[in-house]
C-alpha cells in the first residue's frame, strides 16, 4: 500500500473492496486521481445504468403515484 500513490490506491479501493451492490459515499475521491484515475473511476461507477438504479426507480414511482405509497405510511 505504501508503494503506492494516493490515487492508486483509491482506485485500488474502489476496484477490490467495492461490491457491486451497495453505497458508497467518497468526499472527493478525485482529488486524488489524475484524469486517466478519473476516468477508470467513471468506468467503475457507471456499471449500473441510471434508469435501473433502485433510488431513481422508487423515486419517480413515488413521485407518479405519492398515494399509493403514502396510504401505508400514514394509516
Do not use: K, Q, W
Not at 43 to 70: G, K, M, Q, W
Amino acid at each position: 500500500m505504501h508503494e503506492r500513490s494516493h490515487g492508486e490506491s483509491v482506485i485500488d479501493l474502489m476496484t477490490h473492496r467495492f461490491g457491486g451492490r451497495g453505497l458508497y459515499v467518497l468526499d472527493e475521491p478525485e482529488a486524488a486521481l489524475s484524469v486517466r484515475g478519473c476516468l477508470v473511476v467513471l468506468r467503475r461507477v457507471a456499471e449500473v445504468p441510471y434508469d435501473a438504479a433502485e433510488p431513481v426507480a422508487l423515486t419517480r414511482n413515488f413521485l407518479s403515484e405519492p398515494d399509493r405509497f403514502l396510504r401505508h405510511l400514514l394509516d
